[in-house]
C-alpha cells in the first residue's frame, strides 16, 4: 500500500529511469527528436513496450510520472506473485507467505519497486519462466495442442 502512496509523489529516481520513459515516449508516438537521443539501444525495449500505453496520453501539463510509477507498482505487486507461485511449488503456504514476506521488504525491492527499472520486472519474468519449465517439458502457458513434439514416426 505504502508503494502506492509513494508513487504519486516520486520524481524520477535515475539516468535508467528516464532512458526507459524516453523509449517508451518515442514507441507512444511522441515526437522526441528535439533531445539528443531519440532512442537508447542499451536499454532492453520490454519494459518501454509495456510503459508505452501508459505514457501515451502524456502531456507537458499534467505529471506525468504517476502513471508509470503506478505500472511499476503493479508490474512489482505481479512479480511477488509469481514468486510466491514458484515457491509453492516445493514449499508450504506459510513457508512461501514467509518467503515473499521476506522479499517484499528487502530494502533493494523496497526502493526499485515504484520506479522505472528492470530489476523486478526481471525478477517476474524469471519466475514466470521457471514456473513454467517445473515438472514438465513444455512451459504451462503453451497447450498441448501448440507444443505438442512431433515424433519422428508420424
Same mark, same amino acid.
Given at each position: 500500500?505504502?508503494?502506492? =502512496?509513494a508513487a504519486t509523489? =516520486?520524481?524520477?529516481? +535515475?539516468?535508467?529511469?528516464? *532512458? &526507459?520513459?524516453?523509449?517508451? $515516449? !518515442? ?6 527528436? &528535439?533531445?539528443? &537521443?531519440?532512442?537508447?539501444?542499451? !536499454? ?5 513496450? =509495456? ?9 507537458? *501539463? %499534467? +505529471?506525468? =510520472? ?10 512489482? /505487486? %505481479? ?5 510466491? $507461485?514458484?515457491?509453492? *511449488? ?8 514467509? %518467503? ?5 521488504? +528487502?530494502?533493494?525491492?523496497?526502493? +526499485? ?14 519466475? /514466470?519462466? $521457471? #514456473?513454467?519449465? !517445473? ?6 502457458? #503453451?497447450?498441448?495442442?501448440? #507444443? $505438442? ?6
Amino acid at each position: 500500500m505504502i508503494w502506492v =502512496l509513494a508513487a504519486t509523489v =516520486l520524481p524520477i529516481d +535515475n539516468w535508467d529511469g528516464f *532512458e &526507459y520513459l524516453l523509449n517508451a $515516449r !518515442r514507441l507512444a508516438g511522441h515526437d522526441v527528436s &528535439y533531445m539528443k &537521443y531519440g532512442w537508447v539501444p542499451l !536499454r532492453p525495449p520490454l519494459l518501454s513496450v =509495456l510503459l508505452a500505453p501508459v505514457v501515451a496520453g502524456y502531456t507537458p *501539463e %499534467g +505529471n506525468p =510520472l504517476v502513471g508509470p510509477h503506478l505500472a511499476m507498482v503493479a508490474i512489482g /505487486l %505481479g512479480s511477488l506473485a509469481l514468486v510466491y $507461485r514458484l515457491l509453492r *511449488e516445493s514449499y508450504p503456504v506459510a513457508h512461501s507467505l514467509a %518467503g515473499v514476506a521476506l522479499l517484499a521488504v +528487502n530494502p533493494l525491492v523496497v526502493h +526499485n519497486t515504484p520506479f522505472v527499472y528492470a530489476d523486478v520486472a526481471s525478477m517476474g519474468l524469471t519466475a /514466470l519462466w $521457471r #514456473c513454467g519449465r !517445473r515438472g514438465s517439458r513444455r512451459p504451462w502457458w #503453451c497447450s498441448a495442442s501448440r #507444443c $505438442r513434439s512431433r515424433s519422428p514416426d508420424s
